[in-house]
Nanobody, 120 residues
Framework: QVQLVESGGGLVQAGGSLRLSCAAS????????MGWYRQAPGKQRELVAR???????NYADSVKGRFTISRDNAKNTVNLAMSSLKPDDTAVYYC??????????????WGQGTQVTVSS
């Protein structure tokens, strides 16, 4: 079992910045891709950014140039630096990780989410 715990959400004014962090713990064997998703009220959960274990990144068009995803493989953490925030970025942000256990079983874990609210 792997646990993901996010931190760093909060309330910020439009144009401001926030940094989200996510730490994986538990019976970690191999973590592959890690990512951040978000879900606004009444909307489906959507991809924000993902990063492979080798550092290759992928961003949603809506956040390109404003958000930066990074990870520390040694510490099993993934971060999301958000700048030039807009009210449309308001959502619950979820961390996820694709994990392979010692039996070769792949499972995607999710964190509990952290609220980001951007006021206009």
């Amino acid at each position: 079992q792997v646990q993901l715990v996010e931190s760093g959400g909060g309330l910020v004014q439009a144009g401001g910045s926030l940094r989200l962090s996510c730490a994986a713990s538990g019976r970690i064997f191999v973590i592959h891709d890690m990512g951040w998703y978000r879900q606004a009220p009444g909307k489906q959960r959507e991809l924000v950014a993902r990063i492979t274990s080798g550092g290759v990144t992928n961003y949603a068009d809506s956040v390109k140039g404003r958000f930066t995803i990074s990870r520390d493989n040694a510490k099993n953490t993934v971060n999301l630096a958000m700048s030039s925030l807009k009210p449309d970025d308001t959502a619950v942000y979820y961390c996820n990780a694709d994990h392979t256990n010692s039996y070769g079983i792949v499972y995607t874990y999710w964190g509990q989410g952290t609220q980001v609210t951007v006021s206009s």
